[in-house]
């Protein structure tokens, strides 16, 4: 059997049958696959939780009423972030297309307290990530589990976090066609 991989910066569409909560119509933006396992980021799950409220210490993210999206089922005390201002939030890791994860948290700050309520457009946090151990991804996606997309970079600031997922299948083609339109259970037709 072929083994499927996904690189840095690609997506994974949850197929439509796929109903655990965690993960249901979920797009995944993919930071590692490798033997040893698989590491992504929910990016079309905002919650209710905002940067003021996990960063109550710091100064400048105290001061930040953004939206942080869950990222994922684990590592629920890791905030990240992923953003397209390399000049302005330096030292994160380019994962595709001038899409980069991490960087200099004070610069991230001063970002934040400079743009205000336009900062989302270039900067998506997170809490929490979708992690897979060794072969387990590998399997899902063996099974249908995860459609594999290629990243359209305005996809992981766009606020209609809810429209999304029909968008990432959608740039699928022909080969998931309709899938879009299908409930997670048949039965809730």
Known sequence: MKTLRTVPGSLLAAAPDLRDPNFMHSVVLMVAHGDDGAHGLVINRPSPIT???LAP????LARQR???H??????LDTLQFVHRVPTRIPGGLELESGLHLGGDVDELARFLDERGE???A???LLLGYAGWGAGQLDDELAGG??????LDPDWVFDPDTQGLWRRV???LGRAAAGLEDLPPDVSWN
Do not use: F
Request: glycine share 10%; proline share 10%.
């Open 51 to 53: 940067l003021d409220k």
């Open 57 to 60: 210490a710091h100064a400048l």
């Open 66 to 68: 953004q939206v942080v």
């Open 70 to 75: 869950a990222g994922g089922p684990v590592g």
């Open 118 to 120: 336009a900062a989302p």
């Open 122 to 124: 270039d900067v998506r």
């Open 145 to 150: 589990s995860w459609l594999p997309a290629n």
């Open 169 to 171: 299948v959608r740039s």
